[in-house]
């Protein structure tokens, strides 16, 4: 199985700070990633697939980068509203999916 | 636009067995796998199987390819998952979500609760 490692688990930052939350994963993926932002009581919501491109209607602050298994998610200026918990996740139509185990950004 | 929509909230008791629906809208059905997730209180989302929505070939996880089943209506436009002999770990939020193009779609969850 493809095993997935998020970090890190938690990240305390202020309103304008620049975030980066990593996702090395066991084996090459060929960039088929997605980071996810998800508020309690709520579903995932889609930000990045395939490792770097933006979900429409996804703020621009929000990037993904890398390929083979390391993989980053990154904030460029942080907002109210992007105080949550993010995941990253391997997928395919036709394969078993796998999430890391998540990141909370929390308030500084 | 795509849809999922889930049905309701279930209660359950321990050994009892819950069927939760994907009913689905806005592209061809037969075009895409569904996949099914689960995500327990203040944990990461966990990948339970999936289904060829063309053909009804499935693929599940070891963790609960015991006791879980997936299939289709195609004529419907939808998904099923049957989880039988629940306990009480198995109180979670079941998503269905499907990758159509670009974009993976989810449901907006089913809360199942297992308790006596």
């Known amino acids: 199985d493809i095993q997935m490692t998020q970090s890190p688990s938690t990240l305390s930052a202020s309103v304008g700070d620049r975030v980066t939350i990593t996702c090395r994963v066991s084996q090459s993926i060929n960039n088929w990633l997605a980071w996810y932002q998800q508020k309690p009581g709520k579903a995932p919501k889609y930000l990045i697939y395939r490792a770097s491109s933006l979900e429409s209607g996804v703020p621009s602050r929000f990037s993904g980068s890398g390929s083979g298994t390391e993989f980053t998610l990154t904030i460029s200026s942080l907002q109210p509203d992007d105080f949550a918990t993010y995941y990253c996740q391997q997928y395919n139509s036709y394969s078993p999916w796998t999430f890391g185990q998540g990141t909370k950004v929390e308030i500084k | 636009q795509v849809q999922l929509v889930q049905s309701g909230a279930e209660v359950k008791k321990p050994g009892a067995s819950v069927k939760v629906s994907c009913k689905t809208s806005?592209?061809?059905?037969?075009?895409?796998?569904m996949h099914w997730v689960r995500q327990a209180p203040g944990q990461r989302p966990e990948w339970m199987g999936w289904i060829n929505t063309a053909t009804g070939g499935t693929e599940y996880s070891r963790k609960v390819q015991d006791r879980v089943s997936i299939t289709r209506d195609t004529s419907a436009s939808a998904a099923y998952m049957d989880l039988d002999s629940l306990r009480s770990e198995d109180t979670a939020i079941y998503y269905c979500a499907t990758i159509a193009g670009r974009t993976v779609y989810w449901g907006r969850g089913t809360l199942v609760t297992v308790s006596s």
């Open positions: 806005g592209y061809t059905f037969t075009s895409y796998a």
